[in-house]
């Protein structure tokens, strides 16, 4: 398997011999932009740390004991993990249960919240779904764990090589590169994987392993499942090929102008998600982790002025709530009330 993998690596259009590359110049953080983050990062006021404890609403187990009514439920667990459930099929999306997301279990920053579903109880998943290597997204304690309990994981190229290395047999992942697909007949699914603008590495390497978003189609349902991403033409692409789409999540948070190009800011995701033609968004990649210089909560108040006036529908259910898009409603700003 090591040696298909990185002859797929080198034959893909999206390596250029050395690493993995976007479809346009991307800068992962500008040029002299050193000193700023650093005054920053010690003299900024902004609020990034909720000032009170997250409200989590997960009903329990018996909240996925029936199929959703609608045949879609999705369950924002935090970060950029989702628990998407397509009638009786459990997807799972980059699990991240560690307290920090870093190599070393007391470096980086420290979760808001537990997890709003502890590991043990967590539904049996049928697949995972795995966008990038990076810390906030692949957990490999999350992952091992789950591997005793899971059959399948697709991921984006050269992400496999770490998984393996974790114990997961090569026959239970595939592996993608962008426009490439697979259908999972004995799970009714055909998966795509689609460009993102972003970046890898779990350590001072980067870019060896591929980055991708994902598009899900089967019980009758049409999905778009982002990858952390800058704002960039693909978008029109994906939506051109594949839309509309009945759900769509996509992150709106972490951004910061000294990295522009990676992450996207709250206005250009709702641009992003019209671009998609989606029915509604459910945002991901905040609430969970201080991994920028803004406040934690203003991602989604801009998020949520932006979607007022672009007409975009939202859904923001609290952390580990089960949620219908179809005929979700009521759904409060449970923000404004932390620390209240």
Request: net charge neutral; with cysteine.
């Amino acid at each position: 398997m090591i040696d298909q993998r990185a002859a797929r690596i080198r034959r893909s259009p999206n390596f250029d011999g050395k690493a993995f590359q976007n479809r346009s110049a991307a800068t992962t953080v500008r040029p002299s932009s050193l000193l700023p983050m650093l005054k920053r990062q010690f003299f900024g006021r902004e609020q990034r740390y909720p000032p009170g404890p997250l409200p989590l609403a997960w009903p329990g187990p018996q909240a996925h004991a029936e199929p959703p009514a609608s045949g879609l439920r999705v369950t924002w667990l935090g970060h950029s993990t989702l628990l998407v459930e397509l009638g009786e099929l459990v997807i799972l999306t980059d699990p991240v249960w560690a307290e920090r997301p870093s190599p070393l279990p007391f470096l980086g920053p420290r979760r808001f919240h537990p997890p709003p579903i502890p590991l043990q109880l967590l539904p049996t998943p049928d697949l995972i779904l795995l966008s990038h290597d990076h810390y906030d997204h692949l957990d490999k304690a999350a992952i091992r764990s789950l591997a005793r309990r899971t059959s399948r994981f697709v991921t984006a190229l050269g992400v496999g090589a770490h998984l393996e290395a974790w114990g997961i047999p090569a026959a239970q992942i595939t592996e993608l590169d962008w426009w490439e697909d697979v259908q999972l007949p004995e799970l009714g699914l055909h998966i795509d994987a689609v460009p993102a603008q972003h970046f890898s590495g779990r350590g001072l390497r980067r870019n060896s392993t591929l980055w991708a978003s994902w598009v899900v189609r089967g019980h009758g349902q049409r999905l778009f499942l982002g990858c952390d991403s800058g704002m960039f033409d693909g978008f029109a692409e994906i939506g051109a090929r594949y839309g509309p789409f009945d759900f769509a999540s996509q992150e709106m948070a972490q951004y910061g102008e000294y990295w522009p190009d990676i992450h996207m800011f709250p206005e250009q995701t709702i641009a992003a998600v019209l671009q998609l033609r989606a029915e509604v968004l459910l945002p991901v990649h905040w609430g969970t982790f201080c991994l920028s210089f803004h406040a934690w909560d203003e991602p989604i108040e801009r998020l949520l002025r932006s979607a007022s006036a672009h007409d975009v529908r939202l859904l923001t259910p609290r952390l580990g709530e089960p949620v219908e898009p179809a005929t979700a409603t009521g759904l409060p700003p449970w923000w404004r009330t932390v620390g209240g």
